[in-house]
């Protein structure tokens, strides 16, 4: 099954979690948590960090070291992954296998065993 494009996004837990930030470093916590959507993790290196957000590496840690970093945790393979979005990505694989079997299980009622898709 493919990554899907999106994901369940809980404003109000973000609201509190992000109370105080600057615009920036919402910036940088939003880009970061989309390359992480799509990529699985971040790498645990500031210089490709600050390319991913599109800042410079001075400004980047500025607002790296003591907002955002703290969102991030650093796992066994070396790699930083927020760990909600991590929960929020097993939630949404589980749903959508769930949604899958769901339709393969109605498919096979109205059709039989055998589905042949038209060509």
Same mark, same amino acid.
């Given at each position: 099954?493919?990554?899907?494009?999106?994901?369940?996004?809980?404003?109000?837990?973000?609201?509190?979690? =992000?109370?105080?930030?600057?615009?920036?470093?919402?910036?940088? !916590?939003?880009?970061?948590?989309? !390359?992480?959507? =799509?990529?699985?993790?971040?790498?645990?290196? =500031?210089?490709?960090?600050? #390319? =991913?957000?599109?800042?410079?590496?001075?400004?980047?840690? #500025?607002?790296?070291?003591?907002?955002?970093?703290?969102?991030?945790?650093?796992?066994?393979?070396?790699?930083?992954?927020?760990?909600?979005?991590?929960?929020?990505?097993?939630?949404?694989?589980? !749903?959508?296998?769930?949604?899958?079997?769901?339709?393969?299980?109605?498919? #096979?009622?109205?059709?039989?065993?055998?589905?042949?898709? #038209?060509?």
């Amino acid at each position: 099954m493919n990554q899907p494009k999106v994901y369940l996004f809980d404003v109000e837990k973000f609201l509190s979690e =992000t109370q105080g930030w600057s615009l920036s470093e919402i910036g940088v !916590y939003m880009r970061l948590l989309a !390359y992480q959507w =799509t990529h699985g993790a971040l790498p645990n290196d =500031t210089q490709r960090l600050c #390319k =991913t957000c599109g800042i410079d590496h001075g400004n980047f840690r #500025k607002l790296w070291e003591p907002m955002v970093i703290r969102m991030f945790e650093k796992n066994g393979d070396g790699l930083l992954r927020n760990p909600r979005l991590e929960i929020a990505r097993e939630k949404q694989a589980k !749903y959508l296998e769930r949604q899958s079997n769901a339709g393969k299980e109605r498919a #096979k009622q109205r059709y039989g065993n055998v589905v042949q898709l #038209k060509p």
